[in-house]
């Protein structure tokens, strides 16, 4: 929507065009990523590392109720 432009920005395209990633602008701990950690290589530390990133930002949400 419209209104998404003030609170998140593209941060990654494919070369079609299509939006791969989005962050948040206000510093918000979000990250919208089109991917699919079930096919993650071992040895792609790219998307180890966000995959990680959610695991451990679900770990301390969790935690805070």
Excluded: N
Excluded at 34 to 63: G, K, N
């Amino acid at each position: 929507p419209e209104a998404m432009k003030y609170f998140i920005t593209v941060s990654a395209r494919a070369c079609d065009g299509v939006i791969e990633a989005v962050e948040s602008l206000e510093g918000a701990p979000i990250v919208g990523v089109q991917f699919h950690p079930e096919r993650m290589a071992p040895d792609d530390s790219a998307c180890r590392a966000l995959f990680e990133w959610l695991v451990r930002e679900s770990r301390i949400r969790a935690t805070r109720g």
